[in-house]
């Protein structure tokens, strides 16, 4: 059995219900984009796959986000920052934070977990997604097409025994400060939605690579994200200089992260939750998924779950806080329910700092 990890930077699973940049066209998500047939190889996953409503429940910042994906925890300082304008991770001896899966699973199982990493610059690091398995990084922004093309694609048909991959596709952190939707698109980076189609297409090259290479019947692929990002809510349209006057706009991943609905016809918050950067993309797929939780949805799950579900199909003992998602199956709901339910599973609570749990 083989894990594939692809995390892709700045793209929310779900958003908020009723939110739209144009008129009928979602903020760019996943869910929504499937559902409306936008991104037609992401929907072939949620129909053949287990879908969850992941929330980021700890600090919303890049570094936080990217480390809560690699050790399940959201206890897990200290995390890269930048000391005068220069990229600086305060890790030291008496102070090394957690030992990220990747590492763990290598030396916890030698020889049976063969591990690879393809990403960039401060994501290698001990303590995220490091591997003394066949570690690569690249520079910041290295564009997806080539990290999966150049790097990953090769390596896996190479190295066949490979079953624990992470892969890192960074352009959608990118393509920000920008309009979400536009009627004509000139280039892939030119709004959140051309990059959503041409990120759709890349998805789409990867599961055929799967196929063809004979590797997808015994893979778990794995599509996960780190953030969202800020539209159509209170902190765009208070976003300083200027603030956004329209929710065709998508303004980055500043705090504060716990935004509201923002009305523009009003001029003042909807009183629903929005959330969007806390909203990320948790969305399993492949042949070696169980047959029971294909086509299924699971209400509510967590960024720190991915690691948890990892190490569980893999079969190594990684304590974290997350909860593999492998072993949620009575919570999953069908796809055809979550479609049609009036108010979409996984809205957290207004203003609630807690975690939402799962009921049991």
């Not at 992401?42 to 986000?65: K, Q």
């Not at 570690?135 to 190479?158: G, M």
């Amino acid at each position: 059995m083989r894990v594939l990890l692809i995390v892709i930077d700045q793209l929310p699973g779900h958003w908020a219900p009723g939110v739209e940049a144009a008129r009928g066209v979602p903020p760019v998500n996943v869910w929504d984009y499937a559902r409306l047939n936008l991104a037609p190889n992401f929907r072939r996953l949620v129909e053949r796959g287990l879908f969850c409503f992941a929330w980021n429940m700890g600090e919303c910042d890049t570094p936080h986000g990217m480390k809560y994906l690699a050790t399940g925890r959201y206890d897990a300082a200290p995390y890269w920052t930048s000391a005068g304008g220069w990229p600086y991770y305060p890790r030291t001896p008496s102070n090394p934070g957690p030992t990220g899966l990747f590492e763990y699973a290598q030396h916890y199982a030698p020889g049976r977990i063969r591990p690879a990493c393809f990403t960039t610059d401060h994501w290698i690091a001990p303590g995220y997604f490091y591997t003394c398995g066949y570690p690569v990084a690249l520079s910041a922004y290295y564009p997806d097409d080539e990290v999966w093309r150049s790097f990953a694609a090769p390596f896996l048909k190479r190295r066949r025994g490979w079953n624990l991959v992470y892969v890192y596709f960074p352009t959608m952190d990118q393509v920000s400060n920008c309009p979400l939707f536009l009627e004509w698109n000139p280039h892939s980076k030119s709004s959140k939605h051309a990059y959503m189609l041409h990120l759709d297409e890349l998805i789409g090259e990867v599961v055929s690579f799967l196929v063809g290479e004979g590797f997808w019947e015994e893979t778990l692929l794995i599509l996960a994200s780190d953030h969202g990002y800020h539209a159509a809510c209170t902190t765009a349209a208070a976003k300083n200089p200027v603030g956004a006057s329209t929710p065709n706009w998508c303004c980055d991943h500043p705090p504060p992260h716990d935004c509201e609905v923002w009305d523009y016809s009003s001029g003042r918050g909807a009183g629903t939750y929005s959330g969007c950067t806390r909203r990320v993309l948790l969305l399993l797929s492949g042949g070696a998924l169980d047959e029971g939780l294909r086509g299924r949805v699971l209400p509510e799950a967590e960024i720190v779950d991915v690691a948890a579900t990892i190490a569980d199909f893999l079969d190594v003992p990684y304590e974290c806080e997350g909860t593999s998602v492998l072993r949620r199956k009575g919570e999953a709901v069908s796809l055809d329910f979550a479609l049609a339910a009036p108010t979409r599973p996984g809205r957290r609570p207004s203003g609630s700092p807690e975690r939402p749990r799962p009921s049991a």
